[in-house]
């Protein structure tokens, strides 16, 4: 049996899970058992589109819940302590200078699991994260992205 990977956490990033999961739990199931239970008195489930979609769905919630246990039986919450600032971690706000344009860019470096570029939160499994983590301010970087390599460099780490 493989090891499960340890999953690190922000609070913020902790609790949405753990909403997520009692939603999903509490609400979403009782939602989609009510379909199914629509559906079948429909009458012939056979060629009744509604149920399968509502047995479609129910599958997803399903399956989404065992990931999200699996992932909160492997999480441990990140402490104050974890977030360096003399070098890129876990936690770590970062600001990063494109040195061609010379855009700079402040992400904050966590789990695939909380990733949201749009929010500005990388994962240190990303191209961008895995080239930064462990890396000193004043570092340049290079990211292999489609459009060719781009060149960061690293200008301020902080928690």
């Known amino acids: 049996m493989t090891e499960e990977k340890e999953i690190i956490l922000t609070k913020e990033g902790l609790h949405k899970l753990e909403s997520e999961l009692e939603h999903l739990k509490s609400v979403r199931r009782e939602e989609v058992a009510e379909r199914i239970k629509q559906a079948i008195a429909f009458g012939d489930i056979t060629e009744n589109s509604e149920y399968e979609d509502a047995k ?5 919630i399903e399956g989404r819940i065992l990931t999200l246990e699996k992932t909160l039986k ?26 061609k344009s010379g855009r ?3 992400v904050l470096l ?14 240190d499994e990303s191209p961008v994260g895995r080239a930064i983590l462990g890396k000193k301010v004043k570092s340049t970087v290079q ?7 781009i060149k960061y460099k690293i200008m301020k ?3």
């Open 56 to 60: 479609n769905e129910q599958a997803f």
């Open 74 to 99: 492997n999480a441990r919450l990140m402490e104050e302590t974890d977030i360096r600032t003399d070098v890129v971690s876990l936690g770590s706000k970062v600001t990063l200078k494109e040195v």
């Open 104 to 106: 700079e860019v402040t």
């Open 110 to 123: 966590v789990s695939s699991v909380e990733s949201k570029l749009k929010d500005g939160k990388i994962s």
């Open 143 to 149: 990211v292999e992205a489609p459009a060719g390599i």
């Open 157 to 159: 780490v902080e928690k």
